[in-house]
């Protein structure tokens, strides 16, 4: 149990042992597979009273906001089925289009809402020129898009730093960002978080792609902005739910407003 709730682990692929390193599978197969799976996904939906959408290591895929052209550092699942991406466009297809389920979308998760809902992203921030003009580094040099050995080294860095409460030196790409004060996200930090500066809050926010005003979806609005203007947080402008997406991460408790975000999700 979670703050009074009971957690749904939604599979983001198919129980099958073979799949993820058998990259020959036949289109159609992997089609077939797709859509029992996605079947499945549906119906554990079905009990679900909220939904979190977490982050990804993997980007979106540009062909998912109608861009023809990949980057060349866009990186993509070299999984041909990319069985979690399908699964998390169901998800949310399901819980924020079809049941306004109350929601919490934390950086591939607030990307993937904003595809969904219309929106499109900047495929390489750091060759952004607004992000070069500032000199932000949204993108950790040395854990993204690197091995997984040293990925897996870096991780027990990160862990070390937590139990140090050394939030702040876990990322290099850490950086500062201003919290619009009439929002939800803003809510949540004045009613836990009193003393806060609203135009210096410290968060985790590591990512290689983002979102500016241009890219944003129709259905929804920035609540909070990095220097370079690169959008932190948003929130819908009209939902029936709690719903806070977030491109930092939450989760990692920087400001101590976790535990309100997943109460505030659940109650």
Do not use: W
Request: with cysteine; hydrophobic share 40%; net charge negative.
């Amino acid at each position: 149990m979670l703050s009074g709730a009971e957690p749904i682990i939604i599979p983001t692929k198919p129980d099958l042992e073979f799949l993820p390193n058998d990259k020959q599978l036949d289109k159609d197969l992997i089609e077939d597979l797709r859509q029992a799976h996605l079947k499945e996904v549906e119906k554990k939906m079905g009990a679900a009273d909220a939904l979190i959408l977490p982050g990804n290591k993997f980007d979106l895929h540009p062909k998912t906001y109608s861009e023809k052209d990949l980057h060349p550092s866009t990186l993509i699942c070299e999984d041909p089925a990319n069985f979690r991406q399908c699964t998390e466009f169901k998800m949310a297809e399901i819980g924020v289009i079809r049941r306004n389920l109350p929601l919490l979308a934390i950086c591939g998760g607030m990307q993937l809402i904003n595809v969904l809902l219309g929106g499109t992203l900047v495929q390489d921030l750091p060759g952004d020129h607004r992000v070069k003009e500032v000199g932000i580094n949204h993108c950790d040099p040395n854990f993204v898009h690197k091995p997984e050995f040293i990925q897996e080294t870096l991780k027990a860095k990160f862990f070390s730093k937590l139990e140090q409460n050394q939030h702040h030196a876990i990322f290099e790409a850490t950086h500062g960002m201003e919290v619009k004060e009439d929002s939800i996200l803003g809510d949540l930090y004045r009613k836990h978080y009193p003393e806060l500066d609203f135009k210096k809050v410290e968060e985790l926010s590591i990512h290689h792609q983002g979102i500016f005003e241009e890219n944003l979806s129709n259905d929804l609005r920035a609540s909070a902005y990095a220097p370079d203007s690169l959008v932190e947080a948003l929130e819908f402008k009209s939902y029936d739910a709690f719903a806070l997406l977030t491109q930092f991460h939450v989760e990692y408790n920087v400001s101590r407003i976790a535990s309100a975000a997943i109460n505030s999700l659940i109650d």
